[in-house]
C-alpha cells in the first residue's frame, strides 16, 4: 500500500452530504471530487460519529468497498447566513501486517479473481464489483456503482435471485445455488451459473448487505448432464436379449436428450444372430428398421414402419456403411435430396435441419446405423454432440450384439431340441395325448410318452435348470436315458433314484471323460415328474423330482392334485423319491405341466395350476387340442420363462380284452397253461398266433415252475398286440443265454426272443413277471378283426 495523508479534511453541510473534499481525502478514501461532492456521510464514515464533536477510532469506507481504520475529530462550524456545518479531519490509523494482508485480499478478490463478485447493500444496489461477474461485459465499476443488480445483470438476475439475496440480507446464513439465465453477449442459450450468497455485517454485527460470487457452468454442466445421460443410459439399454427392444431402448435413450428424432436400422441377418464381419459394407446391403422415437407431436409417422426394409439416399447413411465412421452434417438441405423420395418428404414435414449418423458395430461384427435429427432447437450438431452419440451407440452396439449372440445360440437350443424332441405320439392305447411346448423361452422343458409293457404307458415331463444350446443336449441326453430305464421296467421312484445316481456321477457306469461331466453339470437341478398309468387296472402311480405335482380331472369335472411325496431336483439334497398311487376312472384327465424353478414344489398356488383349473374345470368335455389352446389364451404372456403341458384322457382295457388264470407249480400244469391259450386265442380270432403262444406259454410256465416259487399267474392281453405274462413269487432273474449243440437245455429265452416281437422281465413286490409280445396278424378278408364271441374277462383259478 502507498502512503496514506496525515490529514484529511472534509465538510458537510447541514443535511450531512460532502460540501467539500480535499486531495487527501480523495487519496485517502478513492473518491474524487466529482463522486465525493453531495455523498451522504454514512456512506463514508460509520453514522455514529456524525453530530458529535469528538476524536475516536472510526471506520471508514473505500471506493472498493474495503474499510479504513481512522481517527475522526468533528468539530462544528457556522457558514455565512446562520447555516451550521461540520468539518471532519479524518487520520488515517497506523497500518498492521493484517491490514495489508486485507486490503491485497480485497484487491485480488475484486480485480483479480476470475470469480465474478458482486457486493450489494441492503436494497441490492451495487457497492463494489469485479467485472469479471457474468453478464457486466461492457460496464465499468464507475458505471456500476450505486445501480441496482438487476440492471447490471440483466437476463441473469431475475426475481428468484432477488429473492434469495434478500433472504441472505435478512436471515445472515449463507445460500449456495444454481441458476438459468441468458446473458446480454448470448440472449438466445441459457447458461448455466453457480451462486454463492455471503452476509456482510458491520463492526457492530449488523447486516448491511451481501456479496454475491457467481461463475458461468455452462461447460461443466453440459459435460455432467453428458455423463450422467451415459450412465443413465447404461441402466436403460440391455435390459433384456432381443435385439428389437434394445434398439428400441437406445432410441428412447437418445430421444429427445439428444436428437428429435432416432432411427435404428440393423443389417438383417442380425435379427437371426448371423454375423457380419468387421469391415466396409456395400451400401446395397440390405437394412431393417428396428425402432423408431419422435419428441415432436403426436402422430409424427416415420418414412419406413418397423420390419421393413430401408433404403439409404443420404451420402452420410453410404458412408456410415461402406467406411463405418460416424458423420454429422450440421445443415440438412431437404434441396439437395430427390423430391420423389418419401424419406425427403419427412424431413421436409418435420423441419429437421440438422444430422448426425452413426454406425453400429462392436467385438468385429457390423451391426447396422443409427441417424438422429435436430428439429426443435436451432443450433446444429457439432463434434461434441457426435462424440457424445458415438459413446452412447458404441455402448448399445454391445448390447445389440450381445442380443444377437444370445438369438444365434438360443435358435440353435431350439432346432436342437425340436430333434430331441418327440414328434408325434407314439402308437398305444392306454391314454389319448395332447401337448403345446413354448420352445421360445423354455428350451430346456421335455416331455415323453414311453409305452410300456402289459399295454402301460409312461408320461414325462422335465425342465432343465439351465438353457442354451449345451442344456438342450444335455436334457437329449436325460431323455435318452429315462427311455432306456424305462425299457427296464423300473417303477417310478427306482427310475427316479437311478436318473439321480446318473446326474451325480455315481452310477454303476461312471463317465471319465470330460464331456460326459459337462453334460451331468447341465443336468443338475433338472426337475422331473414321472408317471406310469395301467389300462387294465386304470391305476396311476408317480414319483417327481423337484417337479410340480400334475392337475387330475374326473370325468364329472372334479379338480385334485395328488399328495404325492415331493423329492429333491435331479443331482441335488439326498434321495430316496417316494410314489403315490391312485385309482383313475376312464376318461380322465391328467395334466402335467412345467412352472418356475421358484414355484416347482408349491403346485397348489402356481399361476400355471391356478390357470389349468380354471380351464380343464370350465368345460371337462373339450377335445384335448381345445384344452391346450384355452390354456394358453388364458394363460397370455404373463410366464416369461415359457411352458410345456401334457394333456393325458385316460382309457381302460375292456375286461373282454384281458383274459388271466392262476396255475400251480406243478409240470403237469403246462399241458393245461397250452391248452387254456389257445381256446382264449380261438374266442380272440388270432389261430394263425396258435404255435408261436403254444410254444411261448410252454417255454414261459416251464421255467417259473422250475425256478420260481409259489403260485403261477398266466394272463394273456390283446391290445396292439398279443401280450404274454407269467409271473411268480422268486426275484430271480432270466438270462438269455446260446446254447452249444451238445447242451440238453438252455433254449427256452433264446427261443421266446427269436419268436416274439420283444419281451423283458419287470419286477414287483411279490417277484417278478416275464412278458412277450407278437404282432397281431392282419385282418383276412373273410375273418373279421374282432372275434364274434369273446370268452369273459376276469381272473380264473386252474
Given amino acids: 500500500m502507498g502512503a496514506l495523508p496525515r490529514d484529511a479534511r472534509l465538510v458537510l453541510d447541514e443535511r450531512g452530504a460532502v460540501a467539500q473534499w480535499s486531495p487527501e481525502a480523495e487519496q485517502l478514501l478513492g473518491y474524487s471530487t466529482e463522486e465525493a461532492l453531495g455523498r451522504h456521510v454514512t456512506l463514508l464514515l460509520d453514522q455514529q460519529s456524525v453530530g458529535r464533536e469528538a476524536v475516536e477510532q472510526v471506520a471508514a469506507r473505500h471506493r472498493d468497498g474495503h474499510q479504513v481504520a481512522v481517527s475522526a475529530a468533528v468539530s462544528s462550524l457556522v457558514r455565512p447566513g446562520g447555516a451550521l456545518h461540520w468539518s471532519v479531519r479524518l487520520t488515517p490509523a497506523p497500518a498492521t501486517a493484517q491490514d495489508e494482508i486485507d486490503a491485497a485480499l480485497l484487491r485480488a478478490l475484486l480485480t483479480e479473481s476470475p470469480l465474478g463478485v458482486q457486493v450489494?447493500?441492503?436494497?441490492?444496489?451495487?457497492?463494489?464489483?469485479?467485472?469479471?461477474?457474468?453478464?457486466?461485459h461492457g460496464v465499468v465499476g464507475r458505471e456500476a456503482v450505486g445501480s441496482h443488480i438487476r440492471d447490471v445483470?440483466?437476463?441473469?438476475?431475475?426475481?428468484?435471485?432477488?429473492?434469495?439475496?434478500?433472504?441472505?440480507?435478512?436471515?445472515?446464513?449463507?445460500?449456495?445455488?444454481?441458476?438459468?439465465?441468458?446473458?446480454?453477449?448470448?440472449?438466445?442459450?441459457?447458461?448455466?451459473?453457480?451462486?454463492?450468497?455471503?452476509?456482510?455485517?458491520?463492526?457492530?454485527?449488523?447486516?448491511?448487505?451481501?456479496?454475491?460470487?457467481?461463475?458461468?457452468?455452462?461447460?461443466?454442466?453440459?459435460?455432467?448432464?453428458?455423463?450422467?445421460?451415459?450412465?443413465?443410459?447404461?441402466?436403460?439399454?440391455?435390459?433384456?436379449?432381443?435385439?428389437?427392444?434394445?434398439?428400441?431402448?437406445?432410441?428412447?435413450?437418445?430421444?429427445?436428450?439428444?436428437?428429435?428424432?432416432?432411427?435404428?436400422?440393423?443389417?438383417?441377418?442380425?435379427?437371426?444372430?448371423?454375423?457380419?464381419?468387421?469391415?466396409?459394407?456395400?451400401?446395397?446391403?440390405?437394412?431393417?428398421?428396428?425402432?423408431?422415437?419422435?419428441?415432436?407431436?403426436?402422430?409424427?409417422?416415420?418414412a419406413y414402419d418397423a420390419g421393413q426394409l430401408v433404403e439409404y439416399l443420404l451420402p452420410a447413411h453410404i458412408a456410415g456403411l461402406t467406411e463405418l465412421r460416424p458423420t454429422v452434417i450440421p445443415r440438412l438441405d431437404c434441396d439437395d435430396l430427390p423430391a420423389d423420395d418419401r424419406r425427403t418428404a419427412h424431413i421436409r414435414a418435420t423441419a429437421a435441419h440438422s444430422l448426425m449418423v452413426v454406425p453400429l458395430a462392436a467385438r468385429g461384427v457390423v451391426l447396422g446405423l443409427a441417424s438422429f435429427y435436430r428439429a426443435r432447437e436451432p443450433?446444429?450438431?457439432?463434434?461434441?454432440?457426435?462424440?457424445?452419440?458415438?459413446?452412447?451407440?458404441?455402448?448399445?452396439?454391445?448390447?445389440?450384439?450381445?442380443?444377437?449372440?444370445?438369438?444365434?445360440?438360443?435358435?440353435?437350443?431350439?432346432?436342437?431340441?425340436?430333434?430331441?424332441?418327440?414328434?408325434?405320439?407314439?402308437?398305444?392305447?392306454?391314454?389319448?395325448?395332447?401337448?403345446?411346448?413354448?420352445?421360445?423361452?423354455?428350451?430346456?422343458?421335455?416331455?415323453?410318452?414311453?409305452p410300456l409293457s402289459g399295454a402301460r404307458v409312461a408320461l414325462v415331463v422335465g425342465r432343465m435348470a439351465g438353457q442354451g444350446i449345451d442344456a438342450a443336449a444335455a436334457m437329449g441326453q436325460l431323455r435318452m436315458a429315462i427311455n432306456t430305464l424305462a425299457a427296464q421296467d423300473l417303477a417310478p421312484d427306482e427310475l427316479l433314484g437311478r436318473l439321480h445316481d446318473l446326474v451325480t456321477g455315481h452310477s454303476d457306469e461312471p463317465a471319465d471323460d470330460l464331456a460326459a461331466a459337462s453334460a451331468r453339470t447341465h443336468m443338475q437341478g433338472a426337475t422331473c415328474i414321472y408317471a406310469v398309468y395301467d389300462p387294465i387296472s386304470r391305476r396311476c402311480t408317480l414319483a417327481r423330482a423337484g417337479h410340480p405335482a400334475p392337475v387330475v380331472v374326473s370325468p364329472q369335472g372334479k379338480i385334485e392334485i395328488p399328495d404325492i411325496p415331493e423329492g429333491p431336483p435331479l443331482g441335488t439334497g439326498h434321495p430316496p423319491y417316494?410314489?403315490?398311487?391312485?385309482?383313475?376312472?376312464?376318461?380322465?384327465?391328467?395334466?402335467?405341466?412345467?412352472?418356475?424353478?421358484?414355484?416347482?414344489?408349491?403346485?397348489?398356488?402356481?399361476?400355471?395350476?391356478?390357470?389349468?383349473?380354471?380351464?380343464?374345470?370350465?368345460?371337462?368335455?373339450?377335445?384335448?387340442?381345445?384344452?391346450?389352446?384355452?390354456?394358453?389364451?388364458?394363460?397370455?404372456?404373463?410366464?416369461?420363462?415359457?411352458?410345456?403341458?401334457?394333456?393325458?384322457?385316460?382309457?381302460?382295457?375292456?375286461?373282454?380284452?384281458?383274459?388271466?388264470?392262476?396255475?400251480?407249480?406243478?409240470?403237469?400244469?403246462?399241458?393245461?397253461?397250452?391248452?387254456?391259450?389257445?381256446?382264449?386265442?380261438?374266442?380272440?380270432?388270432?389261430?394263425?398266433?396258435?404255435?408261436?403262444?403254444?410254444?411261448?406259454?410252454?417255454?414261459?410256465?416251464?421255467?417259473?415252475?422250475?425256478?420260481?416259487?409259489?403260485?403261477?399267474?398266466?394272463?394273456?392281453?390283446?391290445?396292439?398286440?398279443?401280450?404274454?405274462?407269467?409271473?411268480?413269487?422268486?426275484?430271480?432273474?432270466?438270462h438269455l443265454r446260446y446254447a452249444y449243440e451238445t447242451d440238453e437245455g438252455g433254449r427256452g429265452l433264446f427261443l421266446i426272443a427269436q419268436l416274439a416281437h420283444r419281451w423283458g422281465t419287470r419286477y414287483h413286490a411279490r417277484g417278478k413277471t416275464i412278458w412277450a409280445e407278437q404282432a397281431l396278424p392282419p385282418p383276412s378278408a373273410g375273418r373279421p378283426a374282432e372275434s364274434p364271441a369273446p370268452a369273459p374277462g376276469g381272473e380264473e383259478a386252474v
Fill in 120 to 136: 450489494v447493500d441492503g436494497d441490492l444496489r451495487i457497492v463494489r464489483l469485479n467485472l469479471s461477474a457474468p453478464g457486466v
Fill in 153 to 302: 445483470a440483466p437476463g441473469i438476475v431475475d426475481e428468484s435471485v432477488e429473492q434469495k439475496i434478500h433472504q441472505v440480507v435478512q436471515t445472515g446464513r449463507p445460500l449456495s445455488f444454481l441458476h438459468r439465465g441468458r446473458p446480454p453477449t448470448d440472449p438466445t442459450h441459457d447458461h448455466v451459473y453457480s451462486a454463492t450468497l455471503l452476509p456482510l455485517r458491520d463492526s457492530a454485527g449488523r447486516s448491511i448487505g451481501a456479496l454475491v460470487a457467481s461463475q458461468d457452468v455452462t461447460e461443466r454442466e453440459r459435460a455432467r448432464a453428458r455423463l450422467d445421460l451415459l450412465v443413465e443410459a447404461g441402466t436403460r439399454i440391455g435390459t433384456t436379449l432381443d435385439v428389437l427392444t434394445t434398439a428400441e431402448e437406445l432410441a428412447a435413450a437418445a430421444v429427445p436428450a439428444i436428437a428429435d428424432i432416432a432411427t435404428i436400422d440393423v443389417l438383417d441377418g442380425v435379427l437371426h444372430g448371423e454375423a457380419f464381419a468387421a469391415g466396409p459394407v456395400s451400401e446395397r446391403t440390405r437394412l431393417r428398421r428396428a425402432a423408431f422415437m419422435s419428441a415432436l407431436e403426436p402422430g409424427t409417422q416415420p
Fill in 379 to 450: 443450433d446444429p450438431y457439432g463434434d461434441d454432440d457426435l462424440f457424445l452419440t458415438a459413446e452412447l451407440c458404441g455402448r448399445a452396439a454391445v448390447c445389440i450384439d450381445n442380443a444377437r449372440r444370445y438369438t444365434r445360440e438360443r435358435d440353435a437350443a431350439q432346432a436342437l431340441q425340436r430333434t430331441l424332441l418327440p414328434q408325434s405320439a407314439p402308437p398305444q392305447n392306454a391314454v389319448e395325448v395332447a401337448w403345446r411346448h413354448e420352445s421360445a423361452r423354455s428350451p430346456g422343458d421335455w416331455f415323453d410318452v414311453i
Fill in 578 to 734: 417316494r410314489t403315490a398311487d391312485m385309482e383313475l376312472p376312464e376318461e380322465s384327465t391328467i395334466a402335467l405341466f412345467t412352472t418356475s424353478p421358484a414355484q416347482a414344489g408349491d403346485a397348489e398356488r402356481s399361476p400355471a395350476a391356478h390357470t389349468l383349473r380354471q380351464v380343464l374345470s370350465s368345460n371337462p368335455h373339450r377335445t384335448l387340442e381345445d384344452a391346450c389352446d384355452a390354456f394358453i389364451r388364458a394363460r397370455g404372456t404373463a410366464d416369461s420363462e415359457g411352458f410345456l403341458l401334457l394333456l393325458a384322457h385316460t382309457r381302460a382295457l375292456a375286461a373282454d380284452r384281458v383274459a388271466t388264470w392262476t396255475l400251480p407249480p406243478d409240470p403237469a400244469v403246462v399241458t393245461t397253461a397250452r391248452a387254456l391259450s389257445l381256446r382264449q386265442l380261438a374266442n380272440w380270432g388270432l389261430e394263425d398266433l396258435d404255435f408261436t403262444t403254444e410254444l411261448i406259454v410252454s417255454e414261459l410256465v416251464t421255467n417259473a415252475i422250475r425256478y420260481g416259487t409259489g403260485p403261477i399267474g398266466l394272463r394273456l392281453i390283446r391290445d396292439r398286440a398279443l401280450i404274454c405274462e407269467v409271473s411268480d413269487g422268486s426275484s430271480t432273474a432270466p
